[in-house]
């Protein structure tokens, strides 16, 4: 079994105004040297059988009209290893 990640991120000429919120409360927390910060989101998907070119390009679409808002955010598709650890904090 492979896992996909689809990173969305606003596309930089959009306002973000939940990252410059926190932003600005990082150094009331004691958190000081940080210049910007932008907030996005992170699809994690497990993907059964062959992660062919097909899967991707379902995958992509899938993307494209249902996970990002495409007319004011960007994504971006990443195969992980399957053997991949995930570390839990």
Known sequence: MARVV????????????????????????????????????RFELEVDGPLDEAALARIHEMAETFLANTVIEDFVVKV?????VKVES
């Open 80 to 84: 992980e290893d399957a053997e991949a």
């Open 6 to 41: 689809v990173d969305v991120m606003l596309k930089p000429e959009i306002l973000d105004p939940q990252g410059q919120a926190v932003q600005r409360a990082l150094p009331r927390l004691g958190f000081e040297g940080i210049s910007d910060v932008r907030q996005g989101k």
